[in-house]
């Protein structure tokens, strides 16, 4: 610490800093519990400078207090940010921390090691342009070591600086420094890290951080901050990829001006360019490249611009522009790697919102390939993604958008996932290549279509989807109404969720992915049956709501209504008609839905049916209204 | 290959963020507290929709306390941004007469800011609102993210916070709900000076040293801006050259002395200081959770 009494030294170098034109990386530090992240990040802000006075005397105070290092600066102290934390002396979230040497900007994000983060190192990871994996010389390379090497070569963290800390506590042993270096590498090259540097250090006494140690005079450098200074910044790299400018924005303040603003993910744009909207895959050129400060000739990877065309074409937010010769790829069905960052599991079968770049679309999650045991690499068989689990399946989008792999570009080969219901981010994904599935499956173009048959019908075909608890009364009201229907001599067809899984579905139980997909395959059959030109009744319990809105995104507007058979779950029980609710209570029936698994009420049904006021037939009296009144069937 | 300075890659992902909010929510305001943060988050407004002004009002939840030189500003800058001024003064803590000699810098804060914000929020139906924090100022806001929820009772969950990969910005939420956007999270206390002085941002000149009238109160150099300001007996305010790191209530504001009366004497000035500009607000000189409790309660 004598360092800090030098006051001229401190001054000359923090004077230095604060040039204007500098560069910025961004970087992660990775590694095991007590590797001694928080203290090398706290190491680099304060050789930086980048600690206050008034700060290194609260640190000063509360190492004292409640530090670790026995009175001495614990800088760990500096980054555990909230107070749930420092109770419990775990940092569980990302922080962001910054420092600048005299050619750099540095923002840091200190991600923890902690088993169940594996969400935050990724997020961490995900704007990275290098990482700094800790390995304590002591303990060598561990299974967390290894399992954050695999996150960042996942993630596309192209450099590596492994810093081998505590060297102070194994004698600046060369021989130990190398063993580690030798064990590393074989993993490395396992995974795919090509850029790797070994460094050895030592936090807490700053051994080659900013200047090569007479500790380790058999260590040439370079130091942790040479390094940092000049490793390559991903947006660099970026220009001399091909052009990708994400619209985010389409600027029309008056008639005369229309501008799409967006930043560049990679490449460089020039006026005069002749560029691709995609995926439409229209073409134009660029006229201006406007900003406040007046037009620009071109703009690099990195930026964010304003251009406008010379010939006008339909541009909207989500489109990418390229240039027209190197366009990226455009699909509707990818295959991609997914890190699982929900509380609730990832179930095939499942829709949820997609975004990618500036486009968000809708994606059904496809059975699942495989998930990957971070520690071993190991492929196993998965019905689902838990929380922090990574694993690789196909999407399926609702419309094509452009893309490039994510080992590409990252930034147009990047997707969020986004649950429909709570909206909270529950994936992370890289897409690997398009799907061909459906380019060689062609739809085959029928000339007796669904208007052919609706008309030899006499009647528009619809879902009537029932859902509610076991024993509401939809297969009984269901029932009456089909009844009525046939009568009128209409074509219906009555989908039990019993019968079903007498047959169709007898491969599945009542898990929460099961049920999932016994949505699924009974939303397509009616589906199916629609087209048909029939009118399907669907009777099922189907507690989901992001299942039944699947259900109605696979058939046209209007030809979907949703009716809630609403039983109060006291009442249902009371009924109990098959005995079920008694053994649900019992505990010999599990996952039944009102007792140990959730039921979704709909949010706005076409019909609802309160079962403790209408009876069965008066509530088949009111649908078959609803449906004289909406077309389907002839009214009265 | 151009490489882009640290100064022209934070102004990008300042816009990129403001765009996206504008795309993504439905109506957007941008709180301006007329201090340098703001200043160059108006700045970068400006820019992210240039040819157009931006499309959002500026709104200044004011607590009456100000000094008279940040509000002489405030027009101004509207004005000239083109831009709608809302200006919002919490009716209670009017009604209240609230003010920090009387009530203290809490109840002050707490009634003006806090609930001044919140009120204003609901009361306009703001769905999304730019502040100008950065993630260096604090220990808590080190976490925060970018786009920072809030329940439909403004408060803030430090435990269940969104994740933000890439530059992907979730910005979804149920009726109700707002979300507090800082597309500064990213920048320091020398990158904002830097920016202003090369973008020539205009900023109001009490950052700047001048001789000025302060009395000392516990260490902290308060500078008398209007008649309002109760003087102990014998108390005197006396003419020093003083300069202020940090805008807020003027009886909250600690002033420095110092001699940097030009942005690059203020800049060398703050690379060779040894104490962080927070030290000059009276409100964080609680205990270091403090700032999290704040926030939680709906605090900026």
Redesign the interface.
Known sequence: MDRINDQASIDAAASRNWSAAKGLLRFITCGSVDDGKSSLIGRLLFESKALFEDQLAVLADESKRIGTTGGDLDFALLLDGLAAEREQGITIDVAYRFFATERRKFIVADTPGHEQYTRNMVTGASTADAAVILVDARKGVLTQTRRHSYLVSLLGIRHIAVAVNKMDLVGYSAERFGEIQRDFAGFAERIGLADVVFLPISAVNGDNITAVSANTPWFRGPTLIDYLETVEVDDDRMQRAPLRLPVQWVNRPNLDFRGFAGQLASGVLKRGDRIQVNPAGTQSTIRRIVTSDGDLDEAVAGQSVTVTLSEEIDVSRGDVLSHADAPPAASDQFEAAVVWLGDQPLLPGRSYLMKIGAKTATASIMPLKYKINVNTLEHLAAPRLESNEIGVCGLELDRTVAFDAYSENRATGAFILIDRINNNTVGAGMLRFALRRSQNVHWQALDVNKAARAGLHGHSPCVLWFTGLSGAGKSTIANLVEKRLHALGLHTYLLDGDNVRHGLNRDLGFTDADRVENIRRVAEVAKLMVDAGLIVLVSFISPFRNERRMARALVGDGEFLEVYVDTPLAVAEGRDVKGLYKKARDGQLKNFTGIDSPYEAPENPEIRIDTTRVDAPAAAVEILETLGRRGIIAAG | ?????????????S??IM??V??ETEKPVMLYSIGKDSAVMLHLA????????PPFPLLHVDTTWKFREMYAMRERTAREAGMELLVYRNPEALALGINPFTHGAAVHTDMWKTQGLKNALDEYGFDAAFGGAR??EE?????ERVFSFRTSRHHWD??N????????Y?A???QGESVRVFPL??W?E??IW?YI??EKVPIVSLYLAAERPVVERNGVLIMVDDERMPLAPGERPAMRRVRFRTLGCYPLTGAVESTADTLPAV??E???????ER?GRVIDHDA??SM??KKQEGYF
């Not at chain 2, 290959?1 to 990008?12: C, P, W």
């Not at chain 2, 916070?161 to 992907?168: G, I, K, M, T």
């Open positions: 290959m151009i490489s882009l300075t640290h100064l022209q890659r934070l102004e990008a992902e816009i990129h765009r996206e504008v795309a400006r820019k992210a929709f240039h040819p157009a002004p993630r260096d220990k808590s806001r080190a976490k430090p435990k916070q969104r994740p933000e990969l890439w530059n992907l979730n979804r939420k149920h999270s990213n320091t020398l990158d830097q002085h090369i800049i060398r703050m690379v060779l200081s040894r104490t962080s030290q270091s959770a999290e409790k």
